[in-house]
């Protein structure tokens, strides 16, 4: 969703006005973008979203993710020109086919950059493909009060151990994520805070307990932890949407890619100061992130090279 947003920047170069349609799950990812007039919820059973958007009589529609009911609702509404993936069995009912680049072997194209063949298909680009995440004053007062509750008064910097992968949380090895908390701490001074969902908690717990740093999973929305970031002195992440918001809000971000199926080319993060590790460990072939037995990469994962990211991002940045 994050990685769409420039597609929708894009799109205001002909369109006077952008509205986006998602999920009730990923509403905040885009709630207060400035590219869009509005943020539509599908929420509603497939007849009455397809009225709505008849309502709002838009004269196109740009499916950058497509299944069978978004691909279909654009038709069910009456909008004229619609844009969507080519190839697959739901293609014709887009009016402008895009056949998805990482399709015919590229694998290193970034995603913004695949994703924006979309705003092409309509004559739309944008030269900054940086995805865009707002964030609200009352987000900002708001991890201004978890810091308060933590007792950091002065800098602080974030890690983000976790990828997401709900199945994959018993197999996560959290001691040696602990150990990189310590690392970055005894590294650049300042207290470390690990963040994370609520069902993350356990292994941000077991990794603020091993690295003398602070657990903040399941401690704030995604807004207040964009706003957390936006004022970290340094943020490192694994490969996932946080490590995506963190650079979107100007944060120094170092990702963090383990796996050797993690394609960081493609899926690097964009921002303002940005930094990857690369996949350094030999993985079978067959281990990917969904589904590798025991993520032995993450469990031999170098400091060293995470150390050097972080620390050439803040080169010559202020302290403050």
């Not at 990685?3 to 170069?13: C, G, K, N, S």
């Not at 590790?277 to 079978?284: L, Q």
Request: overall charge neutral; proline content about 8%; aromatic content about 6%.
């Amino acid at each position: 969703m994050l990685l769409a947003t420039p597609v929708m920047r894009a799109l205001r170069e002909r369109y006077d006005a952008v509205y986006a349609l998602t999920t009730p799950a990923h509403r905040d990812v885009l709630a207060g973008n400035p590219d869009l007039a509005g943020v539509l919820t599908d929420d509603a059973p497939f007849g009455t979203m397809a009225g709505r958007l008849r309502a709002e009589r838009f004269d196109a529609a740009v499916v950058t993710w497509a299944t069978a009911r978004s691909a279909a609702l654009p038709v069910a509404a009456g909008i004229p020109v619609r844009v969507g993936q080519a190839r697959r069995i739901y293609s014709t009912l887009f009016t402008k086919r895009v056949v998805v680049r990482s399709e015919l072997g590229d694998r290193t194209t970034h995603w913004t950059q695949i994703l924006l063949d979309y705003a092409r298909a309509l004559g739309c680009d944008v030269a900054d493909a940086t995805p865009s995440f707002a964030f609200a004053q009352a987000d900002a007062d708001a991890a201004a009060a978890l810091l308060a509750r933590k007792g950091v008064a002065g800098a602080y910097a974030i890690l983000h151990p976790t990828r997401g992968i709900s199945a994959a949380r018993e197999r996560w090895p959290a001691h040696h994520l602990g150990e990189l908390a310590g690392a970055l701490r005894a590294a650049f001074g300042v207290p470390v805070l690990v963040s994370g969902t609520a069902g993350d908690a356990p292994i941000a717990d077991s990794v603020a307990a091993a690295g003398g740093a602070q657990s903040i999973a399941g401690e704030t929305t995604i807004k207040q932890y964009g706003a957390l970031a936006a004022a970290a002195r340094y943020v490192v992440a694994m490969d996932s949407g946080p490590m995506h918001v963190a650079a979107a809000v100007g944060a120094p971000t170092t990702g963090i890619f383990a796996l050797q199926s993690d394609e960081p080319d493609r899926w690097r993060p964009l921002g303002p100061a940005t930094a990857i590790v690369r996949p350094s460990y030999p993985c079978p072939p067959s281990h990917r992130k969904e589904t590798c037995p025991d993520f032995a990469c993450v469990r031999a994962l170098p400091f060293e090279p995470i150390l050097a990211a972080a620390g050439g991002l803040l080169a010559g940045r202020p302290e403050g």
